[in-house]
């Protein structure tokens, strides 16, 4: 279900952009809720995924089974994502080179980042080498974190587990605002009339709204109809 409704997402995308609407009849109803939330999918991975990894550990905290080794856990996790995922960094990063033309060096440190599973946090934002990356990154972090928040359960008692998790969040909440500035650089503005056409969508913004990432639209831009339309020579 999880992959599925991401595939859906992502191929009603790119249906958008060779015809401009979505697939016909997906006006409304089920169908149309399907296209337009199927990025869910990716969040319902992450649940299921981080539940799957953390199940061995919580069965020996709980349940008195035998302590899963984390050399295995991690050799085992290292063997099966990185060989695929460091050929596939490796060959779009060429094919952006020498296909696409863009720069050796430029783009180097973005390859360096991704094979570190570390662009999202050093770029804020997808891979620029291969955008969908950056669910495997937090995925990796998942790998990290499952069998330290599993051994939480290691404390008997309710009040010290709930204790840690308390002060983890708030370490959280003071740490993520160090290393997230505000973006000024990104805003919506919603315009009628001074002769723009109807239905327009302009522009569009980075993944996490960091940065514009096409035809950015400035302040100049906005007044210049205006001031056409006022009769006030540009």
Request: charged share 15%.
């Amino acid at each position: 279900i999880a992959i599925g409704s991401v595939l859906v997402y992502h191929i009603n995308g790119e249906y958008l952009k060779v015809k401009g609407s979505g697939f016909p009849n997906a006006g409304h109803g089920l169908l149309h809720d399907l296209m337009h939330t199927g990025n869910f999918g990716v969040q319902l991975f992450f649940v299921i995924s981080g539940f799957i990894l953390s199940l061995p550990f919580v069965h020996h905290y709980c349940d008195g089974a035998k302590k899963p080794s984390l050399r295995r856990f991690y050799v085992r996790r290292i063997t099966r994502i990185e060989p695929p995922f460091v050929i596939n960094l490796v060959i779009v990063f060429m094919l952006l080179v020498w296909v696409k033309g863009l720069g050796f060096t430029e783009l180097l440190p973005n390859l360096a980042a991704s094979l570190l599973y570390l662009h999202n946090v050093i770029y804020q934002r997808g891979s620029d080498i291969n955008f969908v990356a950056w669910s495997l990154e937090i995925e990796a972090q998942f790998y990290i974190l499952a069998p330290l928040l599993a051994m939480m359960l290691s404390f008997r008692r309710p009040v010290v587990r709930w204790g840690i998790v308390a002060g983890a969040t708030g370490a959280m909440a003071a740490i993520v605002p160090l290393l997230r500035d505000h973006w000024p650089v990104v805003s919506s503005v919603m315009l009628a009339g001074g002769g723009f056409r109807h239905g327009q969508v302009i522009g569009a913004p980075e993944w996490n709204a960091g940065d514009v990432k096409e035809r950015p639209v400035t302040p100049v831009d906005l007044a210049a109809p205006i001031y056409h339309h006022s009769g006030i020579p540009l």
